[in-house]
């Protein structure tokens, strides 16, 4: 079994910055992809961003040019530097990862427990 536990979110006057972290644990041969998604009540789960192995990033149009994502391959981590944040940002982030156990396993793909961003004067 993999875990994926989130820590960063708070809340935080629109303009400002926070930083998401995601490590994952467990029972870990690879990890591809890594993403970012994002959620309130009134909107469906939506991709923020996603970064491969490789380092190769995608972003939603919505973010670019303020949120940058990362990882640390050595760690397990993936990261989210959040710039000129938006009250529109507000949401739960979710961290995603593509993962086998084994050499030559089949992916899955695990989701985190979610943190809370609240964007807000």
């Known amino acids: 079994q993999v875990q994926l536990v989130e820590s960063g979110g708070g809340l935080v006057q629109p303009g400002g910055s926070l930083r998401l972290s995601c490590a994952a644990s467990g029972s870990i041969f690879s990890i591809n992809t890594m993403g970012w998604y994002r959620q309130t009540p009134e909107k469906v789960r939506e991709l923020v961003a996603w970064?491969?192995?490789?380092?190769?990033?995608n972003y939603a149009d919505s973010v670019k040019d303020r949120f940058t994502i990362s990882r640390d391959n050595a760690k397990n981590t993936v990261y989210l530097q959040m710039n000129s944040l938006k009250p529109e940002d507000t949401a739960v982030y979710y961290c995603?990862?593509?993962?086998?156990?084994?050499?030559?396993?089949?992916?899955?793909?695990?989701w985190g427990q979610g943190t809370q961003v609240t964007v807000s004067s």
């Open positions: 995603n990862a593509d993962v086998r156990a084994t050499r030559g396993g089949m992916w899955h793909g695990y």
């Open positions: 970064i491969t192995s490789g380092g190769s990033t």
